[in-house]
């Protein structure tokens, strides 16, 4: 078995965001011959820890397929010195595999016990609202703009492994460390993807200021008014970010702003208990048994769901959840929300912040 060590620079780590502690994880990549362990070989294992504040990464190579069993152990005793692994995608491949191959060769591990952090798993959302070719790990890399020096592919690796073994070619050697050393890198260079989790996660992002201005053209050119919120970023954005829903986000470095057209006309607010309500035709409203007791009769009738309501006019703005009460909709069917804008929210600092870190939610 070939052991390869080195040291790498330090890289910003995201483990807020991502949820682990640097200093107890380990971030690892396996290269097999196939995907199946019952008929495919391990033959190299990438890992990366951070050892007295400085970043090592190790990789094990078998020199031929008797090794399989010690690149094997050299994983799980590596695995069992810290109490998270980082990985791409290896959820559904690379632990799998592993704990079947450590049962095969009655390995004892407490890899079921390990906290585990599947960058594809947290990064996979952002596909929705990113440039993406494809959710791979290459596509996240070169979409961050990092250029690997490796250029196989797995099929590549597949075939590579059986004439580095019979041969020991030092080229072979070089392709098969170079190949897992990108991805044990490009790992790394994935992290600063967290920001965009931040920012849509509403947890990164603080308002600055909010304005109400003429929406003018553009976008929201039949609507009088927009609601412009300003907000700082906890970190910068490895790309300028833009996505048009409901409302017009725009994000670039360490700032963005979030415009969302006021609505003007008159909503619905629908109580929840309508058997103790009455609903008047004339007056097209509901009444709560305790009022409608003065109303004559004919002027009355039971409310049900869809007409136990009271209407309100006014300027409001949408609310993907019951952030503030009361909700107002347009109808029974419809399911946007909204609520009643003032001069008041807007000037209130804790009702923009929570209004901010909703609507980022709702991208995702």
Not at 15 to 42: H, K, N, Q
Not at 163 to 180: D, M, V
Not at 296 to 325: H, M, W
């Amino acid at each position: 078995m070939i052991t390869v060590t080195e040291t790498i620079p330090s890289f910003e780590t995201f483990s807020e965001t991502l949820g682990y502690e640097p200093s107890g994880s380990l971030f690892f990549d396996i290269e097999t011959t196939g995907f199946s362990p019952s008929s495919s070989l391990l033959f190299l294992v990438g890992t990366l820890e951070l050892q007295e504040e400085t970043w090592k990464l190790t990789q094990y190579l078998a020199e031929h397929p008797d090794d399989e069993r010690r690149i094997v152990e050299a994983f799980f005793t590596s695995a069992s010195r810290h109490s998270t692994l980082l990985h791409f995608n290896g959820s559904t491949f690379d632990l799998p595999y592993l704990t079947k191959k450590a049962a095969h060769y009655g390995i004892s591990h407490t890899l079921g016990q390990t906290a585990s952090v599947d960058l594809y798993q947290k990064f996979r959302p952002l596909g929705k609202l990113l440039p993406l070719t494809q959710k791979n790990q290459k596509a996240f890399e070169e979409f961050l703009g990092w250029r690997r020096s490796d250029h196989l592919s797995g099929k590549h690796m597949l075939s590579l492994f059986p004439k580095f073994a019979a041969s020991a070619e030092p080229e072979l050697c070089s392709l098969l460390l170079g190949h897992n050393h990108d991805d044990m890198i490009g790992m790394t260079k994935l992290l600063p993807m967290a920001a965009y989790l931040e920012l849509l996660d509403g947890t990164g992002a603080d308002a600055v200021s909010s304005f109400c201005a003429s929406a003018g053209s553009g976008p929201y050119q039949d609507r009088e008014k927009i609601l412009n919120i300003d907000f700082s970023l906890k970190h910068c954005l490895p790309k300028p970010f833009a996505a048009d829903a409901d409302f017009r986000l725009t994000a670039s470095g360490s700032s963005g702003q979030l415009q969302i057209p006021l609505w003007n006309g008159t909503l619905c607010y629908f109580f929840a208990d309508y058997k103790n309500y009455y609903y008047l035709p004339l007056e097209d409203q509901a009444v709560h048994k305790s009022v409608a007791r003065f109303v004559d009769k004919q002027y009355r009738i039971p409310a049900k769901a869809s007409n136990c309501y009271i209407k309100k006019s006014g300027v409001f703005l949408p609310q993907p959840e019951e952030i503030f009460t009361p909700a107002f909709r347009r109808s029974f069917e419809d399911t946007e929300l909204y609520f009643e804008y003032t001069d008041a929210f807007c000037s209130d600092a804790e009702s923009i912040q929570r209004y901010l870190a909703a609507m980022l939610r709702h991208l995702l």
